[in-house]
């Protein structure tokens, strides 16, 4: 390995031993943001969009990762554009599945007596026909 600073060969050392640069020191660095993470986010993001609240966390994820890459390199890579563009697509598609949610448990919530009703009905019904049939 090479010293980022002096140039001079490091070997294996952790720092150089000319000038003390800490081997690993310089732009390397990719703890934040990295293009392989926006798109795993975004994939799963998307893949999980039916589930509502799971798919709008992995989307986000994923959207948070593409904006550090941006903000740490100034511009965005094909790859992590794809994954954004997933993580977008299942943003989107999270927020509808969990309106639908929602509208789901208002009408129910709403309806319930009657839902209610019908389903003492309909276990009446089979109810009364065992019986019926018992009797005879
Ligand atoms: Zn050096």
Redesign the pocket.
């Known amino acids: 390995m090479i010293?980022k600073?002096?140039g001079?060969d490091i070997g294996e050392n952790r720092f150089?031993p000319?000038?003390g640069?800490p081997a690993n020191a310089g732009p390397a660095q990719q703890t934040q943001g990295s293009p392989t993470k926006v798109l795993v986010f975004g994939i799963i993001g998307l893949a999980l969009c039916s589930t509502g609240i799971l798919g709008l966390i992995f989307s986000v994820i994923g959207l948070v990762q593409a904006s550090r890459y941006r903000a740490q390199y100034g511009t965005i890579s094909k790859q992590a554009n794809i994954g954004r563009g997933l993580a977008i697509a299942g943003l989107i598609l999270s927020i509808l599945c969990l309106i639908a949610y929602v509208i789901c448990v208002i009408v129910l919530i709403n309806n319930w007596p009657a839902i209610e009703r019908a389903l003492q009905e309909a276990a009446a019904k089979s109810g009364g026909r065992y019986t019926y049939t018992f009797n005879y």
């Open positions: 010293c600073k002096c001079a150089c000319q000038c640069t």
